[in-house]
């Protein structure tokens, strides 16, 4: 069987656990992975297929805006810049707590994230916001059978799936193990992603005598 859709997903948790009294917990097994592919202590999942570029508005008069949908971590913020034709700067990014707040309205330099977007100031103008940013990938459903985690890295959702079902079942020893195949698959995934992204490093050579 391929594991490939979230019905061959369970079907396959449930194989692998070898219990048949999970299948009613099954939605929430691949829930509590699909969390923990996020929100991990060790290494969160950041594969290239979460590099996604959301663009929306300023609106005059705020220096807020609404976070993407299914925002995980920030790139980076391109916004317009009306002094020239059709060019963008970068904002610059602030903790909360150092962020410079004008009340004035003007151009957006500085930018925070609480639980939204938050510039330095109120725009004075409507501009064009490109937000490079890693997000989450849709949930498995059985409306959306599949994603991009699923198809190119299966064992992340099937270690994380056993991981969550023998936590369940009160069985931690099999649940450490399922625990540490999860978070090696994820650094396998985020290590095959860091590696495509920015190719091998050039062979460095040095001319000289070896002493």
């Known amino acids: 069987m391929a594991l490939d859709t979230y019905a061959n997903l369970k079907e396959a948790v449930q194989d692998w656990s070898h219990r048949t009294d999970v299948k009613s917990r099954m939605d929430d097994f691949i829930l ?3 969390q923990e592919m996020y929100n991990n202590s060790f290494e969160a999942l950041e594969v290239r297929s979460q ?6 508005d300023t609106v005059v008069g705020s220096k807020y805006i609404a976070l993407p949908d299914g925002y995980e971590s920030m790139r980076s913020i391109l916004i317009d810049d009306k002094s020239t034709d059709a060019n963008q700067y970068e904002l610059t990014y602030k903790t909360p707590e150092l962020l410079r707040r004008h009340s004035t309205n003007g151009r957006p330099c500085e930018f925070t994230i609480t639980n939204q977007i938050e510039f330095d100031r109120p725009a004075d103008a409507i501009y064009n916001i490109d937000i490079q940013h890693l997000a989450k990938v849709p949930a498995l459903t059985a409306l959306n059978p599949t994603n991009d985690i699923l198809t190119n890295y299966p ?3 099937l270690s ?3 991981w969550a079902l023998y936590s369940w079942a009160k069985d931690p020893q ?3 193990i399922s625990y540490q195949k999860f978070i090696s698959a994820i650094r396998g995934a985020n290590d095959a992603a860091r590696s495509g992204k920015y190719g091998p490093a050039p062979v460095m050579r040095s001319e000289g005598w070896v002493v």
């Open 174 to 176: 099999s649940a450490e």
């Open 160 to 162: 994380g799936c056993l």
């Open 32 to 34: 509590i992975a699909e």
């Open 51 to 56: 590099e996604v570029k959301t663009s929306t």
């Open 155 to 157: 064992s992340i959702y």
